[in-house]
C-alpha cells in the first residue's frame, strides 16, 4: 500500500514534475464545448508557457475563454492545474523564457516557427492524488498559493 | 523512425486500446470554464461508458452542455475521442454493460456504489496520431464512422 504523502511532500513532488515531465494536457472552451490537445511546456516564473498556432482552437477559446485546466499525462499519479491564461506575441515574451524552453526541447525555439503565440497561465489551484486516501488533501495550490501546511 | 500507420491499422489499435486501456480523461466544459477528469471506462455496443457521481462537475456540465473530448493518457500515441454525452440511472442500462464494466474492474460494480450514474458518449470523431508524420490522415473516425480507406 502506498503511503499517503503529506501537503509538503506533494508540493515538491508537483515542482519536480513541473521542471520535469515533457507534455501536459491543455483543456479550454467556448460555447459548451471542451477542447483538450497535448502540448509541450514549460515551467517558468510560476508559469505555465505554451506556445500554438494563432488560428489553433487553443488560441481561440482563450482569447474569449482564459479559464483552462491542465494535467499531466498519468491517472495514477494525478497532477491537474486551474488557472487563467493569457496570450502573448513571442516578441512579448522575455528572452529568458526562450532560452529555457529551447534548452528543455532540445534547440526547438517557438521564434523559429512559422508562426506561433505563447500561452502563459497563471495557476490557481493544484490538485494531486496517487489513490483513494490522497483524495482528502488533494488540494496543494489554493488562490495561487501552495498549500504546505500538513492535513 | 516510426512507420506512419495507414489509416486501417489506426482503426485497430484504436479498437485495441479502447478495449485494453483501463483510464481516460474525460473534459467537458460549461459558461467557458473547462473540466477534465480522469475515469473508468467501457467500450460497449460502440460507446464509452463511465460511472460518476450526480453531484460531480461532470454529471452537472453534460446535463447541459453534452459535447465531451476524451483523450487517452499518452501524449506520444494520442488518441482523442470527440462525442455526445448522455446520463442514464443505472436502472436504465443493460445488464451487459455491468457485467463487462465489473469483469473489467476487478468486481467493482457501479451499481452497488453509493451513488452512481451512468455517461454514455457515442464518438462522432476519433483521432489518433504518434508523431508529426501522422498528423495527416489523423482522423480515423468521422461522423460516427471508422475511415478505413487509406490515405
Known sequence: ?????????RVSDA????????????????????????LWFLWHAN?????TSPASMTAKNIASHPAVRLAFQSTEDVLI???TAEIHRASDVSDDMFVSY??????????????????????????????EDEIPGRVIMRRGQWVTTAD
Chains 1, 2 share one sequence.
Open 1 to 9: 500500500m502506498a503511503q499517503t504523502r503529506k501537503a509538503a511532500e
Open 15 to 38: 515542482c519536480e514534475r513541473l521542471a520535469r515531465e515533457s507534455d501536459v494536457w491543455l483543456a479550454t472552451s467556448s460555447e459548451g464545448r471542451p477542447w483538450l490537445v497535448p
Open 47 to 51: 508559469k505555465i508557457f505554451l506556445a
Open 81 to 83: 492545474l486551474d488557472g
Open 102 to 131: 529551447t534548452a528543455k526541447y532540445s534547440g526547438s525555439d517557438p521564434r523559429t516557427w512559422d508562426d506561433a503565440i505563447i500561452v502563459a497561465v497563471t495557476p490557481d489551484r493544484i490538485q494531486a492524488w496517487r489513490n
